[in-house]
Structures are given as C-alpha cells and as structure tokens.
Nanobody, 113 residues
Framework: VQLQASGGGLVQAGGSLRLSCKAS???????????GAWYRQAPGKQRELVAR???????IYADSVKGRFAISRDNSNKKVVLQMNSLKPEDTAVYYC?????WGPGTQVTVSS
C-alpha cells in the first residue's frame, strides 16, 4: 500500500487545517473494508492515536481533539481525511496516516500562539 499525505502547514491558534491521505494502488473492494487512522508525534513524545474511522464509518477520537477534529473517509477516491478546527499550539506535531498496516509519510502541522 502506498499512502500519500497532504495538507500540513503553519497556522495560527484557532485556525483550521485539512489533512488528506490517499491510498494509491488500491481498488475500492480492498480499500472499503479497512479502517483508517491518523496519529501524531510531537517532539520528545510518543506517537499517539488522534482519530480512527472504521469500515462502517464509526469513529473514535483522542480526548484532546474531541469536538475539534473530524475524521472522514471517501471510499470512491480511497482517501481518509482529517479536518482540524480550533487548532491549539499543543496540536503541533508530525501527523501520520495509517492504513492497511502501512504508515504514510509524516506531514508537519505547526500551530503558532
């Protein structure tokens, strides 16, 4: 599985970013049944789960992002998207998508105060 991530960047506190992870070289029938997730790793900290979406579109979120982040999936386009609103400086980290036992490349999210 080849994962392509995009959407990171620098934003002020209170702003929004949208991260997208596309699973290339997959067909719908292999993409749709699998769960997708976003993790993040801040400097000096362990990688942590941010959000996960299962094949039935059920979701779970880290307590720290509930009510601010939303994970979604587009099976037709083989994408898992993380919409991040009301960003805080503590959201600063490298974000990684995880799909089909594969990690995507990290994308830096930096939130300035």
């Amino acid at each position: 599985v080849q994962l392509q991530a995009s959407g990171g960047g620098l934003v002020q506190a209170g702003g929004s970013l949208r991260l997208s992870c596309k699973a290339s070289r997959m067909i719908f029938s292999t993409f749709a049944p699998k769960a997708g997730a976003w993790y993040r790793q801040a400097p000096g900290k362990q990688r942590e789960l941010v959000a996960r979406i299962d094949s039935d579109f059920s979701t779970i979120y880290a307590d720290s992002v509930k009510g601010r982040f939303a994970i979604s999936r587009d099976n037709s386009n083989k994408k898992v998207v993380l919409q991040m609103n009301s960003l805080k400086p503590e959201d600063t980290a490298v974000y990684y998508c995880f799909f089909a036992d594969s990690w995507g490349p990290g994308t830096q999210v930096t939130v300035s105060s």
